[in-house]
């Protein structure tokens, strides 16, 4: 399976990050191609409401930003992975950015499955980016593979692997 990784961390050697990797490496070593990429690290404005995608543009955006190199792998892999510093309660910014501009299109062409990694040094903040994620699961028809989340006190360690070992198992 092709899959994509939308990894929202800014902190290259994060918590959130370091999920991202376990789940690249482990779905690799089980033969899928998978490509990661630090959206944290891209300039991707948000959606403006102009509706030139659905006029005049045929689906593309007006916005000419690094969401281009994101559009065709969005659409061309079968399973998304958003993994998510959890700051205020909800799917950061980073994360948030591309996953709005995918409105041009409606959905990801072949994407069939989903799966959340999640991190914050807070415990019981991930309702709201829980919620949010099965939402868009919902709406783009895709399977929701789970969730992993990860407190101050589970970040890096065994158990946490364990988890997202799991949801790569069900690729």
């Known amino acids: 399976m092709k899959i ?10 994060g918590n959130t990050a370091w999920m991202a990797e376990e789940f690249k490496n482990a779905a690799e070593a089980a033969g899928h191609q998978v490509t990661l990429v630090n959206v944290s690290r891209k300039k991707i404005a948000g959606c403006i409401a102009c509706e030139y995608c659905h006029t005049k543009g ?43 501009r995918m409105y041009c299109v409606n959905k990801p062409a072949k994407v069939k499955k989903m799966a959340l990694l999640m991190s914050s040094y807070s415990p019981n903040v991930y309702d709201g980016a829980t919620a949010e994620f099965r939402d868009i699961c919902n709406y783009w028809s895709v399977e929701n593979m789970g969730t992993v989340t990860a407190k101050i006190d589970e970040q890096k360690t065994e158990e946490t692997k364990q988890k997202v070992l799991e949801i790569v198992k069900g690729l």
């Open 4 to 13: 994509l990784i939308l990894q929202g961390s800014p902190r290259a050697k």
């Open 58 to 100: 045929n689906g593309a955006c007006i916005q000419k930003d690094d969401m281009q190199e994101l559009y065709p792998l969005m659409n061309e892999v079968e399973v998304i992975v958003l993994a998510a510093p959890i700051y205020y309660f909800t799917l950061c910014a980073q994360i948030q950015a591309p996953v709005q």
